[in-house]
């Protein structure tokens, strides 16, 4: 199916924004690290090896949409594969006029989101196990999920719902490619992580945003 694709090369001003946001949230995502760190011990959230620095930089990854604007036509969105609350918790506590579900078909580790959630006083978020396809989502909904899924596979699972609008952190070549074998009617956005050499966390990375066409 010919679905249009807009790339967009996204500088390293962007990341330099979602740096200042992180400091703007400083203590309460340092206090999301250390609790993610706690309960990584207890249940296999992230690598048992990662460093915190490693950790911190997932967290600024997770925070680049907010300046490249893409929450903006959202006002609840559901974290799918969330894992550990990521990319959802700390996009909750950096838009806490948004509303967040932390969405994984592991129950272990919605359990512990739940009590991150609950140690961070983050009112706007919740936790829901099960798989997304039998999540009861509200109209206007946006999805995200940070490399939990293939494109294909997500959209097999939220196919029938009114979904309008799916956001994915994936390597920027395997986006373009996944996208392309599409077989539903949609449009997207690529945006094209451009942060040069001195940042190789993000290289190759990339956020494919898909909407519905009209």
Known sequence: MNNTL?????????????RNIYKTYFDDLENYIDE???????????????SRETIR??????????PLGILNERYEWIDTGSGGGLPGIPLAIARPESQWIMN???????????????????I??????????????????GII???????????DLIGEKLWE???????ADESKIEYEELNISVKG????????????????????????NE
């Open 189 to 212: 956005d690529l945006y094209k992580f451009d942060f040069g050499k001195n940042e190789p966390f993000y290289k190759g990375k990339g956020i494919l945003v898909i909407e519905r």
């Open 6 to 18: 807009k790339i967009i090369n996204v500088s390293r001003e962007t990341l330099i924004e979602a």
């Open 57 to 66: 930089e997932h967290v600024v990854h997770s925070l680049i949409v907010i």
């Open 104 to 122: 994984d078909i592991v129950s272990k580790k919605v359990v512990a989101v739940k009590q991150m959630i609950h140690k961070l006083n983050l």
């Open 145 to 155: 999920t940070k490399h939990a899924f293939s494109v294909s596979d997500l959209f």
């Open 165 to 171: 609008q799916v956001v994915f952190y994936k390597g």
């Open 124 to 141: 706007n978020a919740e936790g829901e196990a099960g798989d997304v396809k039998h999540i009861e989502l509200n109209p206007g909904t």
């Open 36 to 50: 993610l760190l706690w309960w990584n011990k207890k249940v296999n959230l992230v690598s048992r090896n990662v």
